[in-house]
């Protein structure tokens, strides 16, 4: 399943979530519920996976734990607040940088819709390759 197939499954899944549990809980709630709902539908999650830094050629364990690392390619983060800042995408973005993945989905239950708490990162995604113009006739 490429990625973009892959974020609208958690996406679906956060949705379910959502629609059961709604606003209010703790992010550990949220967390173990998309654990389960992303179980139920066979996506291969991770679920707080250390994350390293690199400093200088030598691997750290600096205390960084992905919320939930999906099929090795999307990071997903999980929060329950009043509302998204910007270091909550700095966060996501710089856990990106250091696992590797290009894309990640930062995820805030705490909204009484659910599409209003999402957002979609993503850091050096690859660009497609530009089509090749047709020959003029």
Excluded at 23 to 32: D, I, R, W
Excluded at 37 to 52: G, S, T
Excluded at 57 to 78: F, K, N
């Amino acid at each position: 399943m490429g990625v973009n197939g892959l974020t609208s499954q958690i996406i679906g899944a956060a949705i379910e979530v959502h629609r059961e549990l709604g606003p209010g809980l703790l992010e550990s709630a949220y967390q173990a519920c998309m654990i389960h709902e992303l179980a139920q539908r066979h996506i291969p999650i991770e679920r707080n996976k250390p994350l390293y830094v690199n400093y200088k050629g030598t691997p750290i364990d600096a205390a960084y734990r992905l919320d939930i690392l999906v099929d090795a390619q999307v990071v997903v983060e999980i929060k329950s607040v009043e509302r998204l800042d910007p270091v909550h995408t700095a966060q996501v973005l710089t856990y990106l940088r250091l696992s590797g993945c290009n894309v990640g989905l930062l995820i805030n239950f705490n909204v009484t819709l659910l599409r209003h708490g999402i957002r979609r990162l993503v850091h050096n995604f690859p660009e497609p390759s530009p089509r090749p113009l047709r020959p003029q006739r």
